[in-house]
């Protein structure tokens, strides 16, 4: 493994080539406002120094063997006309935790003097990655030496992370923003229905969202600094031994090389019930990969929107209410359910019931708003979100401008719109066990998250 990095050889490596050359001929000396924009971007490598347990599958016998490429925690930081600074973070794992997200959060503020509202911090939901102390942690039903390795290791997130935000801050420099959108056709709807129900499997009539948002700096020479892009699709190409970004990992990777001195940074959509399909192989994540990463390309290659307005960011986290509780009584009987995962999550169930006398009827779900006047509109989503949020969000605030994040701030479970909470399935009830939660989500889910966005986006 661990090989040197080269483009997908395909059709798409003519077409990414040619979307560089494009770029490429763009790079021409701009005038950077000195009262504008400043930008930053930092890298800092997460890859674990040790084999440990590999996170995003229940299946997984063993431990990573090795690593394809590094993983990566990176980060964009932008300071506008006013001096106030916001920085975003991307993190090559399956999860960040509230708790992830408040010991790095806690480092910028005291550091930086960065409000809650301006940091945003993300995962890329790569199944390649390794297991953290996050909300999946049950899952895995790992030994005491497993469990050691995997605290060793979340205990050095946090300084390795706000290195990668040290380096972005002392690297800000003037910059224009433009902002832009592309498409890629890999992301499939995965919520089959069949007589028996739901399977995990690509339904051709589900809804998905193809859009490659990208928001890009460039230098005052022209050049590019950084780009930050999305896309609304499972990073679960791979299921095998060795540490790796999955599809989003080679993208970063190939945009790297098609712009020598630009950081990539990559921010996962709203694609809980979307795959890559077909998928199973390396090949397959580098074919994605390249088709994402070329996407981009073009989307640099072509004529963006300029990103003029200052930075407005608001965060509130709201109580999102659960289905009622079970008793202590009834979690206790759960201790012998046939299920292995059930019988976990009663043990964890039943620590709360000893710590709090009872379980959580609402959990505190982070939504977040950052807004460049009407330019731009990134929304960043906690949780596993389905894709009906993003169609929501640019159905009822506007499609053109709207940059829409999952898996942001804290990864605490499945996110279902109120159809797939109906619908049932894995995304709207199953995978609860999994997170560790009693039940599903209460009906008003999908009301009381796009009450929020709508609050915070002042319409």
């Given at each position: 493994?661990?090989?040197?990095?080269?483009?997908?050889?395909?059709?798409?490596?003519?077409?990414?080539?040619?979307?560089?050359?494009?770029?490429?001929?763009?790079?021409?000396?701009?005038?950077?406002?000195?009262?504008?924009?400043k930008v930053g971007a930092g890298t800092a490598v997460i890859t674990p120094e040790k084999n440990i347990w590999m996170a995003g599958y229940a299946s997984r016998k063993a431990p990573a063997e090795g690593k394809e490429h590094d993983l990566f925690a990176k980060a964009f930081a932008i300071e506008d006309q006013s001096g106030a600074r916001a920085v975003v973070v991307t993190t090559d794992l399956v999860a960040v935790s509230s708790t992830l997200t408040h010991a790095v959060f806690n480092r910028v503020q005291a550091?930086?003097?960065?409000?809650r509202e301006r940091f945003m911090m993300t995962a890329s939901h790569t199944h390649s990655g390794p297991v953290t102390n996050d909300r999946l942690y049950d899952m895995y039903g790992l030994d005491d030496a497993q469990s050691s390795l995997i605290a060793e290791y979340t205990a050095t997130?946090?300084?390795?992370?706000?290195?990668?935000?040290?380096?972005?801050?002392?690297?800000?420099e003037p910059c224009t923003l433009h902002w832009g959108n592309g498409e890629a056709g890999f992301a499939k709807n995965r919520r089959a229905f069949v007589?028996?129900?739901?399977?995990?499997?690509?339904?051709?009539i589900g809804p998905v969202d193809h859009d490659v948002p990208v928001l890009l700096a460039r230098k005052a020479d022209g050049k590019p600094k950084a780009v930050l892009f999305g896309?609304?699709?499972?990073?679960?190409?791979?299921?095998?031994?060795?540490?790796?970004?999955?599809?989003?990992?080679?993208?970063q990777a190939y945009l790297e090389q098609a712009l020598p001195g630009t950081t990539a940074l990559f921010v996962s959509g709203c694609g809980a019930d979307q795959n890559p399909l077909p998928r199973g192989t390396v090949e397959h994540a580098k074919q994605y990969g390249g088709e994402l990463s070329g996407a981009v390309?073009?989307?640099?290659?072509?004529?963006?929107?300029?990103?003029?307005?200052?930075?407005?960011?608001?965060?509130?986290?709201?109580?999102?209410?659960?289905?009622?509780?079970?008793?202590?009584?009834?979690?206790?009987?759960?201790?012998?359910?046939?299920?292995?995962?059930?019988?976990?999550?009663?043990?964890?169930?039943?620590?709360?019931?000893?710590?709090?006398?009872?379980?959580?009827?609402?959990?505190?779900?982070?939504?977040?708003?950052w807004q460049f006047g009407n330019e731009l509109q990134m929304t960043a989503l906690g949780g596993e979100v389905v894709v009906d949020y993003s169609l929501l969000i640019k159905y009822e605030l506007g499609k053109d401008n709207q940059f829409v994040i999952g898996y942001a701030?804290?990864?605490?479970?499945?996110?279902?719109?109120?159809?797939?909470?109906?619908?049932?399935?894995?995304?709207?009830?199953?995978?609860?066990?999994?997170?560790?939660?009693?039940?599903?989500?209460?009906?008003?889910?999908?009301?009381?998250?796009?009450?929020?966005?709508?609050?915070?986006t002042g319409r």
């Amino acid at each position: 493994m661990n090989q040197p990095l080269s483009f997908p050889s395909s059709r798409l490596e003519t077409h990414i080539l040619a979307m560089l050359c494009v770029a490429l001929l763009l790079c021409v000396p701009l005038a950077a406002n000195a009262e504008g924009y400043k930008v930053g971007a930092g890298t800092a490598v997460i890859t674990p120094e040790k084999n440990i347990w590999m996170a995003g599958y229940a299946s997984r016998k063993a431990p990573a063997e090795g690593k394809e490429h590094d993983l990566f925690a990176k980060a964009f930081a932008i300071e506008d006309q006013s001096g106030a600074r916001a920085v975003v973070v991307t993190t090559d794992l399956v999860a960040v935790s509230s708790t992830l997200t408040h010991a790095v959060f806690n480092r910028v503020q005291a550091k930086y003097a960065i409000p809650r509202e301006r940091f945003m911090m993300t995962a890329s939901h790569t199944h390649s990655g390794p297991v953290t102390n996050d909300r999946l942690y049950d899952m895995y039903g790992l030994d005491d030496a497993q469990s050691s390795l995997i605290a060793e290791y979340t205990a050095t997130l946090p300084d390795k992370i706000l290195s990668a935000i040290d380096a972005a801050i002392a690297g800000l420099e003037p910059c224009t923003l433009h902002w832009g959108n592309g498409e890629a056709g890999f992301a499939k709807n995965r919520r089959a229905f069949v007589l028996g129900g739901m399977n995990n499997a690509f339904n051709p009539i589900g809804p998905v969202d193809h859009d490659v948002p990208v928001l890009l700096a460039r230098k005052a020479d022209g050049k590019p600094k950084a780009v930050l892009f999305g896309y609304a699709c499972h990073n679960t190409t791979l299921s095998w031994q060795f540490f790796c970004g999955d599809y989003a990992g080679f993208a970063q990777a190939y945009l790297e090389q098609a712009l020598p001195g630009t950081t990539a940074l990559f921010v996962s959509g709203c694609g809980a019930d979307q795959n890559p399909l077909p998928r199973g192989t390396v090949e397959h994540a580098k074919q994605y990969g390249g088709e994402l990463s070329g996407a981009v390309l073009h989307v640099i290659g072509d004529a963006m929107k300029p990103v003029t307005s200052p930075l407005s960011a608001s965060y509130k986290e709201i109580p999102l209410g659960l289905s009622p509780a079970p008793s202590r009584e009834e979690v206790e009987k759960q201790l012998q359910d046939q299920n292995v995962y059930i019988q976990r999550r009663a043990k964890r169930m039943l620590k709360t019931f000893d710590e709090k006398g009872a379980l959580d009827t609402t959990y505190p779900y982070p939504v977040q708003v950052w807004q460049f006047g009407n330019e731009l509109q990134m929304t960043a989503l906690g949780g596993e979100v389905v894709v009906d949020y993003s169609l929501l969000i640019k159905y009822e605030l506007g499609k053109d401008n709207q940059f829409v994040i999952g898996y942001a701030n804290d990864v605490c479970a499945y996110i279902p719109s109120l159809r797939v909470l109906r619908e049932g399935g894995y995304e709207g009830a199953e995978a609860m066990i999994y997170y560790g939660f009693h039940g599903p989500w209460a009906p008003e889910v999908q009301d009381n998250i796009m009450k929020t966005v709508h609050e915070l986006t002042g319409r």
